[in-house]
């Protein structure tokens, strides 16, 4: 048991590496990078104690060169996934019980592991697997993720600290209790940091925790779970399983031990889970905690009064870092008439300078998308665009998956608000840009208010205070995550929490206190020093 009232060490943000010609920072990761390319991995499921090779297994191939095998994944049986269901709640006995100092070191570790001896490895994992150059693995694989480990500690103490008030005579205590069950956290591809975080923060406080990475993010997630091993986290408490999702899902949310979900991905996976959820509602032991980041159609709105170079600028940062793979990418904009041109201008001029190829060569700012089928689905969304007559290419355009998945960085202009790419999320390097008349400016704001049914990210830009106050009222319901003269992405684990509401999730922010709060079930402890021997009240003698 604890001997003292510990003060954590203070959570900061993880300095963020240039990896510039020369540093040792960039000699590191094309090392990492060389030696894991040129070698292959055997990737199990991670239950409990044991590494389990079914045999059933695929291939995971970088998306930037497909043919190009770097290992297998195992994928698991129903049976298997019982199994996990066992092992979490076996360990689930010790872990709950741990005091919470202890298993705040287990974390603590490995963000130092992350932040050391494993930064090369992580980062040259998630270029590889994902496709991300290394200035977006070093801000998601290593920054992001050591925010999260860091910072969530810091959350769980506040929490803990929080407490009522005691009268005379009486203590009354508030403890902060593990979920009764086991957590199912379900990742995606684009977020090595989120990967790690969505089974980490439920643990934190004392889960145990059934991990799904996305088929596409095995390659890393597997070290996130070396990483996470190393750091001294015990067998089951987190356990990796891959394999078909219906038969995962159904399997694990139709036991009684279900607690909860913690989830980001597609807004209409959530929705159906949600739904297989409250169907089996009266099996489960208690109200699971359903948290969930879903889609986004996200925004830029530039008013009249805007700079059009921090227009360009965000736009070709926004829109095309990370081949718009961000959940939180710009996708659509709303430029005005007057500054049009200059925008249109310095935007195809940026557009024309930037270089596409693998995350090796680090001169390149854009990688190949993840996957056939979103190159697929999105040649399909450039294809009409070239035959609408409300819609016009007006940069890129041009796709080519003979090696790799790789789309140009493209530009749609409309003359329709609601033209399809305006209004679906696409999830890839397509920017719709509509312009409006500058004396449309409110009606604009209920334009961008009222066309996607999401409510991730959204940027405008202005430098009139009052067109920033109309918009920022108008648009309060539009994004969770609001920018003011800034493009939509780029939020920091501690500065900006990250969430959105409507179709785009539950809004329980990621990288603060309010989403530890999810994973946690408070019990209220009253303790009355003299205890009555009589009855009746004063009134009453």
């Given at each position: 048991?604890?001997?003292?009232?510990?003060?954590?060490?203070?959570?900061?943000?993880?300095?963020?590496?240039?990896?510039?010609?020369?540093?040792p920072e960039?000699?590191?990761?094309?090392?990492?990078?060389?030696?894991?390319?040129?070698?292959?991995?055997?990737?199990?499921?991670?239950?409990?104690?044991?590494?389990?090779?079914?045999?059933?297994?695929?291939?995971?191939?970088?998306?930037?060169?497909?043919?190009?095998?770097?290992?297998?994944?195992?994928?698991?049986?129903?049976?298997?996934?019982?199994?996990?269901?066992?092992?979490?709640?076996?360990?689930?006995?010790?872990?709950?019980?741990?005091?919470?100092?202890q298993?705040?070191?287990?974390?603590?570790?490995?963000?130092?592991?992350?932040?050391?001896?494993?930064?090369a490895?992580?980062?040259?994992?998630?270029?590889?697997?994902?496709?991300?150059?290394?200035?977006?693995?070093?801000?998601?694989?290593?920054?992001?993720?050591?925010?999260?480990?860091?910072?969530?500690?810091?959350?769980?103490?506040?929490?803990?600290s929080?407490?009522?008030?005691?009268?005379?005579?009486?203590?009354?205590?508030?403890?902060?209790?593990?979920?009764?069950?086991?957590?199912?956290?379900?990742?995606?591809?684009n977020?090595?940091?989120?990967?790690?975080?969505?089974?980490?923060?439920?643990?934190?406080?004392?889960?145990?925790?059934?991990?799904?990475?996305?088929?596409?993010?095995?390659?890393?997630?597997?070290?996130?779970?070396?990483?996470?091993?190393q750091?001294?986290?015990?067998?089951?408490?987190?356990?990796?399983?891959?394999?078909?999702?219906?038969?995962?899902?159904?399997?694990?949310?139709?036991?009684?031990?279900?607690?909860g979900?913690?989830?980001?991905?597609?807004?209409?996976?959530?929705?159906?889970?949600?739904?297989?959820?409250?169907?089996?509602?009266?099996k489960y032991?208690?109200?699971?905690?359903i948290?969930?980041?879903?889609?986004?159609?996200?925004?830029?709105l530039?008013?009249?009064?805007?700079?059009?170079?921090?227009?360009?600028?965000?736009?070709t940062?926004?829109?095309?870092?990370?081949?718009?793979?961000?959940?939180?990418?710009?996708?659509r904009?709303?430029?005005p008439?007057?500054l049009?041109?200059e925008?249109?201008?310095?935007?195809l001029?940026?557009?024309?300078?930037?270089?596409?190829?693998?995350?090796?060569?680090?001169?390149?700012?854009?990688?190949?998308v993840?996957?056939?089928?979103?190159f697929?689905?999105?040649?399909?969304?450039?294809?009409?665009?070239?035959?609408?007559?409300?819609?016009?290419?007006?940069?890129?355009?041009?796709?080519?998956?003979?090696?790799?998945?790789?789309?140009q960085?493209?530009?749609?202009?409309?003359?329709?608000?609601?033209?399809?790419?305006?209004?679906?999320e696409?999830?890839?390097?397509?920017?719709?840009i509509?312009?409006?008349?500058?004396a449309?400016?409110?009606?604009?704001?209920?334009?961008?208010?009222?066309?996607?049914?999401?409510?991730?990210?959204?940027?405008?830009?202005?430098?009139?205070?009052?067109?920033?106050?109309?918009?920022?009222?108008?648009?309060?319901?539009?994004?969770?995550n609001?920018?003011?003269n800034?493009?939509?992405?780029?939020?920091?684990?501690?500065q900006?929490?990250?969430g959105?509401?409507?179709?785009?999730?539950?809004?329980?922010?990621?990288?603060?206190?309010l989403?530890?709060l999810?994973?946690?079930?408070p019990?209220?402890i009253?303790?009355?020093?003299?205890?009555?021997?009589?009855?009746r009240?004063?009134?009453?003698?």
């Open positions: 048991m604890p001997k003292g009232i510990y003060n954590v060490p203070t959570a900061y943000n993880e300095f963020v590496k240039t990896y510039a010609p020369g540093t960039r000699e590191a990761v094309a090392a990492a990078f060389k030696q894991m390319f040129n070698s292959t991995v055997d990737v199990p499921l991670y239950i409990g104690a044991e590494e389990i090779r079914t045999g059933k297994t695929k291939n995971m191939t970088p998306p930037f060169d497909h043919k190009h095998v770097v290992g297998q994944y195992h994928e698991a049986e129903k049976e298997h996934i019982e199994k996990a269901i066992a092992a979490a709640l076996e360990a689930k006995k010790k872990w709950a019980d741990m005091p919470w100092e298993r705040a070191s287990i974390f603590l570790k490995a963000a130092e592991l992350l932040a050391g001896p494993y930064r490895k992580i980062n040259a994992a998630t270029m590889i697997a994902q496709a991300k150059t290394v200035h977006q693995a070093e801000i998601d694989s290593a920054c992001e993720l050591i925010d999260f480990l860091r910072f969530n500690v810091q959350f769980m103490t506040q929490i803990y929080e407490q009522p008030i005691s009268s005379e005579g009486i203590w009354n205590r508030m403890e902060h209790r593990p979920l009764e069950g086991f957590v199912y956290a379900i990742t995606p591809f977020f090595t940091a989120i990967a790690g975080n969505l089974p980490a923060a439920p643990a934190l406080m004392g889960n145990v925790v059934i991990w799904k990475p996305a088929a596409t993010q095995v390659y890393s997630a597997n070290v996130i779970m070396e990483v996470f091993q750091a001294g986290l015990p067998a089951g408490v987190i356990n990796m399983i891959t394999g078909n999702s219906a038969m995962i899902s159904d399997t694990l949310l139709g036991s009684p031990d279900f607690a979900i913690h989830f980001t991905g597609s807004t209409g996976v959530f929705n159906d889970m949600w739904a297989k959820i409250g169907q089996n509602i009266s032991k208690s109200y699971p905690r948290v969930g980041e879903t889609g986004g159609k996200d925004f830029v530039a008013h009249p009064s805007s700079i059009p170079a921090q227009v360009a600028t965000a736009l940062r926004g829109a095309f870092e990370y081949q718009g793979q961000k959940c939180s990418a710009a996708s904009a709303y430029i008439a007057s049009w041109p925008v249109k201008e310095l935007l001029a940026d557009l024309a300078s930037i270089k596409m190829g693998s995350p090796e060569d680090m001169s390149n700012y854009m990688s190949s993840i996957s056939e089928q979103s697929d689905k999105l040649a399909g969304f450039i294809d009409q665009a070239k035959k609408d007559s409300d819609a016009e290419i007006i940069a890129g355009g041009g796709y080519d998956k003979s090696v790799g998945y790789f789309i960085p493209t530009v749609i202009l409309t003359t329709n608000p609601k033209y399809n790419t305006m209004c679906t696409l999830f890839g390097p397509v920017l719709t509509y312009v409006y008349e500058d449309k400016w409110t009606e604009t704001l209920a334009l961008v208010d009222g066309t996607s049914s999401y409510a991730l990210t959204g940027a405008i830009f202005s430098q009139d205070r009052y067109a920033i106050v109309e918009a920022t009222k108008a648009l309060e319901n539009a994004a969770g609001f920018y003011i800034d493009k939509p992405t780029g939020a920091v684990v501690g900006q929490p990250f959105g509401a409507r179709a785009s999730g539950t809004n329980d922010k990621a990288g603060s206190i989403n530890l999810r994973w946690v079930s019990r209220t009253k303790e009355t020093f003299v205890t009555p021997t009589d009855y009240y004063a009134f009453l003698k």
